[in-house]
């Protein structure tokens, strides 16, 4: 069964410095989305993405955070200056055409910033 | 906007039926989701509802009345490996597929 991919498994960075999270989704779906994670918290919204643009954003995802698609596969979120507060595991998952399908989620990077 | 809320935690035997219950609140409804997850993995989907009813997989069954805004999951024949955190889910109002998620219900199944 085609699967979501995300690389890498962990990130531990510093505080101030930028991160790129990277993700394969499957094939042929066309919506794609980034979700976070604290620790013991619930999945949170970050952004969905649909043919080569943003197509909605929650409030975390300000100024520090973008999202690409540099080719066909590959999907990518950068945090440009890491706080503490990053820290979290980030979902990357997509979706088929129909808005109401399921999204298939990645296993998941887990970032520390210390 | 929209709200989900659903128990924290619940505690079933091997075996047992346990039913996970979740209410939400939201300004246009397309269905109601459940998704597991265990320790660190990924969210994975159980079941989406978007009519009144009930939608069997197997041992897991999903409810919905819309009229009470109202959904759950049931576990029939619960096995150790059903612990897990279950979040039931609704899609946003905007046409973005955007699922918004309970905050999750920890369910530990106990020998």
């Known amino acids: 069964e085609p699967e979501v991919t995300q690389t890498p498994s962990h990130q531990v960075t510093q505080m101030g410095q930028e991160v790129i999270l990277r993700c394969v989704p499957i094939s042929n779906h066309l919506y794609f989305y980034w979700y976070r994670q604290i620790l013991g918290q619930k999945v949170e919204f970050l952004v969905s993405f649909y043919n080569n643009e943003i197509s909605e954003k929650s409030e975390i995802f300000d100024d520090q955070f973008s999202v690409e698609r540099p080719d066909g596969s590959n999907f990518t979120l950068k945090i440009r200056s890491t706080k503490l507060e990053d820290s979290a595991m980030y979902f990357c998952?997509?979706?088929?055409?129909?808005?109401?399908?399921?999204?298939?989620f990645g296993n998941g990077t887990r970032l520390t910033v210390t | 906007g929209q709200s989900l809320e659903q128990p924290s935690e619940v505690t079933a035997v091997e075996g047992a039926i346990v039913q996970i219950n979740c209410t939400y609140q939201?300004?246009?409804?397309?269905?109601l989701s459940w998704y597991q997850q265990h320790d660190g993995g990924a969210p994975t989907f159980l079941s989406y509802?978007?009519?009144?009813g009930l939608e069997e997989t197997g041992r897991f069954s999903s409810f919905l009345s819309r009229s009470d805004s109202y959904g759950y999951l049931l576990l029939q024949e619960l096995q150790m490996k059903d612990s897990a955190s279950y979040f039931c889910?609704?899609?946003?109002?905007?046409?973005?597929?955007?699922?918004?998620f309970g905050q999750g219900t920890t369910l530990q199944v106990k020998p």
């Open positions: 889910a609704v899609f946003g109002s905007g046409n973005t597929g955007k699922l918004i």
């Open positions: 939201t300004s246009g409804f397309y269905g």
């Open positions: 509802n978007a009519l009144d």
């Open positions: 998952a997509s979706s088929e055409e129909d808005r109401v399908s399921p999204l298939h």
